[in-house]
């Protein structure tokens, strides 16, 4: 898939151009790409002898040939790419997406974020009891994460675990002040007690009936797309989720 986008042309005759305004000639250069001296999100490439200046994907920054997660190009908060310099094109908008390529935080839940390519939003996961943190575009512990208020169920203990009603095999499992449904192991049930999962029978429970759940439950996915393998960390890709837009 072609990403790059051709927005001019530069012909090298006699005395360059480019040089004037401190343009350097990538014709002149062992990679054959230059950053544009003036916008952070262009770049030179020397095709057939002669300059072509490129945008790179909406929402990207130029940070050198075969690096970044495009064509060059990478999301501008990972350094100071556009330090000195401005982007040329402004963003373009879809749902959940700021910019057509980026990392953005949900409307609605710390632990949940977006990952959008080309336009579109793929919704991410913080795992281990992380919250997505808007500064760093990562899951961060949640004392590093401003705005973010604690659940009631956890209020008691922020990493204990909470009975889930009568239920005598799911429970709520607290990470940070935030909680998450769990399921006891194959033939073992949860005591309100000692809040752990334990041999039956317990107070409460006999023996589950409840078989353990397939495979497709697990909170690890089979596949990750290729283009979210640098997620940040202690992030998961929300299976069932990523639908391709019309």
């Avoid at 980026?102 to 390519?117: L, N």
């Avoid at 889930?164 to 429970?171: A, W």
């Avoid at 909680?179 to 029978?201: E, H, T, Y």
Wanted: hydrophobic share 25%; proline share 9%.
């Amino acid at each position: 898939m072609e990403f790059k986008t051709v927005v001019g042309v530069l012909f090298l005759l006699g005395a360059v151009n480019c040089q004037k305004r401190d343009q350097e000639d990538p014709c002149q250069t062992k990679t054959r790409v230059v950053a544009d001296a003036t916008y952070c999100d262009r770049y030179w490439e020397c095709v057939d002898g002669q300059a072509e200046l490129y945008d790179c994907p909406n929402g990207l920054v130029f940070v050198g040939k075969h690096r970044g997660v495009t064509e060059g190009c990478d999301y501008p908060w990972r350094a100071n790419y556009c330090e000195g310099r401005q982007q040329a094109n402004g963003p373009l908008s879809t749902e959940h997406c700021e910019w057509l390529y980026g990392i953005f935080g949900h409307e609605s839940s710390c632990t949940r974020f977006w990952t959008c390519w080309n336009g579109t939003a793929t919704e991410q996961l913080c795992i281990g009891g992380l919250l997505y943190n808007e500064k760093t575009h990562s899951c961060d512990w949640p004392d590093n994460v401003e705005g973010c208020q604690k659940h009631p169920l956890c209020n008691d203990d922020a990493n204990g675990n909470v009975p889930l009603g009568k239920s005598c095999n799911r429970y709520w499992q607290c990470q940070g002040g935030y909680p998450r449904l769990q399921r006891c192991p194959a033939m073992l049930v949860f005591d309100r007690r000692s809040r752990r999962c334990v041999v039956p029978p317990t107070e409460d429970c006999d023996v589950p009936t409840t078989p353990p759940p397939p495979p497709a439950e697990e909170d690890e996915p089979e596949n990750v797309p290729a283009e979210f393998i640098n997620l940040p960390p202690g992030a998961l890709p929300v299976q069932n989720r990523n639908r391709p837009r019309n």
